[in-house]
Nanobody, 116 residues
Framework: QVQLAESGGGLVQSGESLRLSCTAN????????MGWYRQAPGKQRELVAA???????DYGESVKGRFTISRDNAQRTVYLQMNSLKPEDTASYYC??????????WGEGTLVTVSS
């Protein structure tokens, strides 16, 4: 059973930056793809960014060029650096761990609020 703990959310102004962290209770082996998703009130959960075990990354269109995902396998942690934040980035952000066989786990989420 993988457990994920997110941190780093908060209230910022438009244009500022935040870094989210997600720490797992297991070693982040290459069989795990780690990702960040977000869900705003009244909207579906959407992919923000993902990083595979080999380091390849994928980003949602709305965050490309502003957000960067990285992983530190030794620290069992995945980071999401968010720059040039916009009010539309306001959402609860969830860490996701997906094993190569499709089994996945979710964190409880951390709230990011961007004021204009």
């Amino acid at each position: 059973q993988v457990q994920l703990a997110e941190s780093g959310g908060g209230l910022v102004q438009s244009g500022e930056s935040l870094r989210l962290s997600c720490t797992a209770n297991v070693t982040l082996l290459g069989i795990y793809t780690m990702g960040w998703y977000r869900q705003a009130p009244g909207k579906q959960r959407e992919l923000v960014a993902a990083i595979a075990g080999g380091g390849s990354t994928d980003y949602g269109e709305s965050v490309k060029g502003r957000f960067t995902i990285s992983r530190d396998n030794a620290q069992r942690t995945v980071y999401l650096q968010m720059n040039s934040l916009k009010p539309e980035d306001t959402a609860s952000y969830y860490c996701n761990c997906r094993r190569i066989d499709g089994v996945q786990w979710w964190g409880e989420g951390t709230l990011v609020t961007v004021s204009s």
